[in-house]
C-alpha cells in the first residue's frame, strides 16, 4: 500500500486561517484552504494587529511585507465609554526588553487578506490551495490529488 500524503485543510480565508497555512508552508506542509464566499474579505472585520502574532509573522518571513501596510501604533488605549474621557493607556514601547516588536499595528482585514494569499501561494515549495465552497478548487493544483468527489460536489 502506497502512503498517500494529503494536505492540511483549514476552513476560512481570514487571517485566522490565513497565518496558520502560511506556518504550515514554512514548516513544508501543503494546506487547502476553503472559504465560504467567493472571494476575500471586501470590508473590515479586524485590523489591530498585536505583538505576538507580528512575531509569529516573523517566524514565517513574510512580518516585513505586511508591515509596509500597516500603520504602527505605540500607544493602546481605549475612552470610557459613559464619558468619552481618555483612560489610562499602554505605551508598547515599554516591551523593548521583550520583544523585537514593542508596538500593534493596524490593517484592514480586507487589505491584510491579500498580502497573506499571495505570501502563501508565491514561489512555495509546498503552496497553500485557494477554493471557494463547497470545494472547487480555484489555485494551482498541479501538486496534490484532489478529488472533488470526497468534497461532497
Known amino acids: 500500500m502506497t502512503a498517500c500524503i494529503l494536505p492540511v485543510v483549514i476552513v ?3 487571517p485566522i486561517g490565513l497565518i496558520p497555512a502560511l506556518g504550515l508552508q514554512h514548516y513544508g506542509v501543503s494546506a487547502l484552504v476553503f472559504e465560504e464566499d467567493r472571494r476575500l474579505s471586501i470590508d473590515t472585520k479586524a485590523g489591530t494587529i498585536i505583538t505576538r502574532t507580528l512575531e509569529v509573522l516573523d517566524r514565517y518571513g513574510v512580518v516585513d ?3 509596509a501596510q500597516s500603520l ?3 500607544e493602546i488605549g481605549e475612552p470610557a465609554r459613559a464619558t468619552n474621557q481618555r ?3 499602554v ?3 515599554e516591551l523593548t526588553e521583550d520583544t523585537r516588536f514593542p508596538f500593534v499595528i ?3 482585514q480586507h487589505e491584510l ?3 497573506l494569499q499571495v505570501l502563501s501561494t508565491s514561489g512555495a515549495k509546498h503552496p497553500t490551495f485557494f477554493t471557494k465552497a463547497p ?3 480555484i489555485g494551482p493544483t498541479d501538486d496534490i490529488n484532489y478529488d472533488p468527489a470526497i468534497s461532497g460536489e
Request: aromatic share 4%; net charge negative; charged share 15%.
Open 12 to 14: 476560512g480565508a481570514g
Open 65 to 67: 511585507d505586511v508591515l
Open 72 to 74: 504602527r501604533i505605540e
Open 87 to 89: 483612560t489610562l493607556s
Open 91 to 93: 505605551w508598547t514601547g
Open 106 to 108: 493596524n490593517i484592514p
Open 113 to 115: 487578506e491579500p498580502i
Open 135 to 137: 470545494g472547487t478548487v
